[in-house]
């Protein structure tokens, strides 16, 4: 085993907001989000690099290719022969090692010396590559089906379109509403008492227990099987003001700030994680209507109205509830509902494949990493 301190060489540290990233542009530019999904035109550094973020959740990514960063990232060229994909591609697959670097309270932060402490396992070159080949191909594979659910996703936003026209514009003159007349109950782990008191009932462990305590990163991951904490039933009696069931929207607080899931039914005991926000809707709206239009270019203007903070961005219930909401004739929402339905069958298909593929790729790396 050989310490990443003695094999990288630390970059100096991006100046460029989380914020300034663009959906479309020439280079890649990574954020603390374990995903990435953002461009700049201009790029900060041209060689082979591991970019780890620093705040939030755990996330580490590798790139050949001339790219940027935001602030919240540490950048690490190979200081002589070390193979940084062979790195990134353990630490992938012991994510469990970044993740328990990461303290404080609220947002955590993982440190440069946490990271420049890890552990790399010593290989020859000819297995390197071998992983490293065959990890490749499992994720082209994996990126073509991803494909393919954009794709689902974008037919049902252009069907939202061609049923309700552009909401920028509302060219049907539907009823305009604020988001909290659509509310039946709104709440988040505050709900219960004061910080105080929360943080002496929150026993969140990793060892299955009576509820599921369910964080953003699962809704951002699409996990909620193997990435995921826990509480007894005495704290998730407690937090009934919380307690979730499937079908609200889940919205997050603080750092993606107003990006929202529709929670999944899991059938078993669930509580709402710290940062989040948990909305169960009346009659006035159905779920995958409201869900869409909240997701619509001018339904993420008006959530990104409603953020504040330049670095840790954060978004408020007070907040929230004043957003204007379209809402058309129930009959023609339910239609949509419908449609929703049809394309969520072949998307349950292609994740069904994604998941397959996903225990292939882990069952790879157990067999080179044990």
């Not at 790029?43 to 996330?59: E, N, R, V």
């Not at 993420?300 to 903070?309: F, H, P, W």
């Not at 929402?333 to 072949?346: G, M, R």
């Amino acid at each position: 085993m050989a310490q990443l301190k003695d094999s990288v060489i630390i970059q100096p540290k991006s100046r460029i907001k989380a914020g300034e990233g663009l959906n479309k542009g020439e280079y890649k530019f990574f954020t603390s989000s374990n995903t990435q999904s953002k461009w700049l035109n201009q790029y900060q550094y041209d060689k082979p690099a591991l970019i780890f973020g620093t705040g939030g959740m755990a996330s580490v990514h590798f790139c050949d290719t001339p790219f940027s960063t935001s602030t919240d990232c540490i950048v690490m060229y190979a200081k002589g022969n070390l193979n940084l994909e062979y790195v990134y591609r353990y630490l992938e697959s012991h994510m469990y090692i970044l993740e328990n670097g990461f303290k404080g309270v609220g947002l955590k932060h993982i440190s440069k010396e946490y990271i420049l402490s890890i552990s790399i396992p010593e290989v020859d070159s000819y297995q390197q590559e071998s992983l490293i080949s065959s990890a490749r191909k499992i994720d082209e594979i994996i990126c073509a089906r991803q494909n393919q659910l954009t794709k689902v996703d974008e037919l049902v936003k252009s069907m939202f379109i061609q049923m309700f026209g552009d909401p920028k514009s509302n060219p049907n003159s539907y009823d305009i509403i604020p988001f909290n007349d659509c509310v039946e109950y709104m709440g988040d782990i505050g709900s219960n008492g004061a910080n105080k008191v929360v943080v002496e009932h929150l026993d969140m462990k990793d060892e299955e227990d009576y509820a599921l305590m369910v964080r953003f990163l699962n809704f951002t991951k699409n996990d909620f099987i193997d990435d995921v904490k826990y509480v007894s039933k005495e704290a998730y009696d407690f937090f009934k003001k919380s307690q979730i069931f499937g079908g609200e929207l889940i919205i997050c607080k603080i750092g993606s700030a107003g990006q929202n899931y529709v929670m999944p039914y899991l059938n078993r005991p669930v509580s709402l994680g710290l940062n989040q926000i948990m909305v169960r809707i009346n009659s006035k709206t159905i779920m995958p209507y409201l869900y869409q239009y909240l997701n619509t270019d001018y339904g993420k203007q008006l959530i990104e109205s409603c953020i504040n903070g330049a670095v840790t961005k954060s978004i408020t219930k007070t907040e929230l509830k004043k957003i204007p909401v379209i809402v058309p004739p129930t009959e023609l929402q339910e239609q949509f509902v419908t449609f929703v339905k049809q394309t969520d069958k072949a998307k349950l298909v292609i994740q069904q494949s994604l998941e397959k593929l996903e225990t292939l790729k882990k069952s790879l790396m157990q067999k080179y990493f044990g």
